[in-house]
């Protein structure tokens, strides 16, 4: 144990020798060097947040075990409860902050060690440990180890919401009883809030209503909305919105116009709720493109930082990447084109058919952390559509990008490149790249 701390302590000394030599030093550093110091930095705020959780699961098992040898005195506080006092009044943070802190201690701490461990190694933030204790409280017997196990070794790349959803899936497949139940408990306390920002203006919400009613709203919202819109109204989509429920919430009845368009709306099917599509199955030869990718760029980053040829980074990268887009173009084309009499679709809009293929294909938008629904999403051709050049309406050149990140890839030094039907890299102005997948559970 002594070594293993001490070990740990040296590992940490060397990253902080590190960045503390960076410190007044960024301007030397190039665009690449200055991203490794922002997760190198990260990194090491989780690992002092392990050390603050472990220190906080100390103290309580000290007071659990000084309180157990005593007779309960109900005029006082529990040990637990003394705990979160002192923790409060230690950080100058609420009972409730401190409340939590010293729940996801304990958690870390007796059953859900790896996430503690993860924690402690900076392959994970406060953020997601945070995730996986609230979702994995109160299940049956060992369910939460067996989650745990299952999402620890992507959530590093993951966001906190796509490692929420992720977590969710598979606690709905160890334990569907439990899951249910717990949407039964959270759905027994929704409620409407309102509250005040301070400048004037208030928001209004709707919360834990079961999903397929909050879809079911939203939905018709929306389908009378874009039918105003469609009528000639030029307000943004999302205030129309805002108009309309408010108008409702008022007592206001819904314009014969209106009404129209949302019967046949329900009668559209893909209208009726936001449910995300079922995973495609993913080929064993997708994952062996992707890692062949990640590994060839591995090289060419090491080979020019041997060079020091580190400032042509981005350049090299995107080099590589279009290398390997030729390289595996012929293969490519004759999956996509089959025995078709030319390759791709030749309209820019995809058929319907496509369409759907392409959003099943990705539930959301590419871009690594982004989790807008694919189908508020516009389905991007990769490569510009132009009729006679490589950037055809194919599963080979679409994929859902929201508006934001359409905005991303145009911008200086990014680019997104389809090298495989689903699977994209995008490479950053810092010569970083991200490679995202076809859907999976
Ligand atoms: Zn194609
Ligand atoms: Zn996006």
Known sequence: MGGEIMAVAMVMAAENAVALRCVGEFGELDDAELVAAVSAAHRQAARAQARELEAIAELRRRRIAAEADGDPDYRVLTAH????????????????????????????????????????????????????????????????????????????????????????????????????????????????EVWETGTGVGNLSLLDLPAEDAHAI?????????????????????????????????????????????????????????????????????????????????RVRHDARLGRRVNELPRLIGR??????????????????GNEPQHGHPSYRPPAELRREIEARHATCVFPTCNQPSRRCDLDHTRAWRPGTPGITCRCNLAPV????????????????????????????????????????
Do not use: Y
Request: charged residues 30%; proline residues 5%.
């Open 81 to 192: 409860e003394s705990v979160v006092e002192e923790i409060a009044v230690a950080l100058a943070v609420t009972g409730n902050a401190a409340a939590t802190l010293v729940h996801v201690a304990e958690r870390l701490s007796t059953d859900l060690p790896a996430t503690g461990e993860a924690l402690a190694a900076g392959r994970i933030d406060l953020a997601k440990a945070r995730v996986i204790c609230d979702l994995s409280d109160d299940l049956p017997d060992g369910i939460a180890e067996r989650a745990e196990a299952a999402v620890l070794d992507k959530a590093a790349e993951q966001t906190t919401g796509q490692l929420r959803r992720r977590l969710k899936r598979i606690i709905g497949r160890l334990a569907p009883d439990a899951a249910r139940q717990r949407t039964r408990d959270t759905v027994q306390g929704r409620r409407l």
């Open 218 to 298: 939203f939905n018709k919202i929306s389908a009378a909305a874009r039918g105003l819109k469609g009528d000639g109204d030029d307000r943004p989509l999302d205030m129309i919105r805002a108009d309309l429920a408010k108008g409702l919430l008022n007592g206001a009845v819904l314009p014969d116009a209106v009404r129209a368009v949302l019967v046949q709306a329900q009668a559209e099917p893909g209208e009726q709720s936001d449910v995300a599509p079922a995973a495609a199955p993913v080929e064993t030869e997708v994952e062996t493109l992707a890692e062949t990718i990640d590994e060839r760029l591995h």
């Open 320 to 337: 590589a990447v279009r290398q390997i887009q030729d390289d595996v173009a012929a293969q490519r084309d004759g999956l996509c084109q």
């Open 402 to 441: 929201c508006r934001r990140h359409h905005r991303t890839k145009q911008s200086p030094g990014w680019r997104l490149h389809q090298i495989w039907p689903g699977l994209l890299v995008w490479t950053t102005p810092s010569g970083a790249w991200h490679i995202v997948r076809p859907e999976r559970q």
